[in-house]
């Protein structure tokens, strides 16, 4: 059976928004938000994440280390691992809720009205991921690149830089974004006359009998 455009479009928006799902789950667990390379003796580069920080040497193995407070953190660091654990539960509802008013999932209780108010719930929940997954990240960026030009520091002194869970939770970012609007749209794409019902076999009309009636013989050994 062909799919239908809208059905194309809902399909497009769930397989992106699950994309922008999983690359945000991604971001929160890497620890390159912040990358710094030391060459004094020996080359050695750190990172720094919402968890964790680690170092990386020359021919040694990754040493990481969790942080031991949360109040530890940088403030910005702080507030992104808050928003991002936020944008994943926001994500995930999202995602149920536009995956029960697809048409891709056909329950008889669910009028058709309720699936259109789910998948429009759900995208905009998509869309609320995506706002939350873009400001923590882009606030990390912009909180690099103040102190990557502070001029009060030395220019002696190594600084931070990005990291390539930045970029990874950008694109999350823009697939959440995209994926929530393909949702919203397609239920525009949608036909505005609602489904008729269809006709109980109680309601059905009564076929038209036949005029003409037949005399049933009565039975010869029958005593009134």
Not at 100 to 123: A, D, E, N, P, T
Not at 151 to 172: C, H, K, M, T, Y
Not at 205 to 219: K, Y
């Amino acid at each position: 059976m062909p799919w239908s455009c809208h059905g194309k479009v809902q399909l497009g928006g769930l397989l992106l928004s699950l994309l922008g799902w999983l690359c945000s789950c991604v971001t929160t667990i890497l620890p390159q938000w912040k990358t710094l390379t030391l060459g004094l003796i020996e080359m050695e580069t750190w990172m720094m994440g919402l968890w964790q920080v680690c170092v990386n040497q020359e021919e040694v193995a990754t040493v990481c280390k969790a942080f031991e407070s949360f109040l530890s953190l940088p403030q910005e660091l702080q507030v992104a691992r808050i928003v991002m654990v936020a944008s994943h539960g926001l994500g995930l509802l999202g995602f149920l809720l536009s995956g029960f008013g697809s048409g891709c999932f056909q329950i008889h209780r669910i009028r058709w009205v309720s699936k259109r108010r789910l998948c429009f719930l759900g995208g905009t929940l998509e869309v609320s991921a995506s706002a939350t997954t873009l400001f923590p990240v882009s606030w990390v960026a912009h909180a690099t690149i103040r102190d990557f030009w502070d001029d009060s520091v030395p220019e002696i002194v190594p600084r931070w830089e990005f990291g390539d869970a930045l970029f990874l939770g950008w694109a999350a970012g823009i697939f959440l974004a995209l994926g929530g609007l393909l949702l919203i749209f397609s239920i525009c794409l949608e036909k505005e006359d609602v489904p008729s019902p269809t006709v109980p076999p109680s309601c059905a009309p009564v076929e038209e009998s036949d005029s003409s009636f037949h005399l049933t013989p009565r039975p010869g050994n029958l005593v009134i």
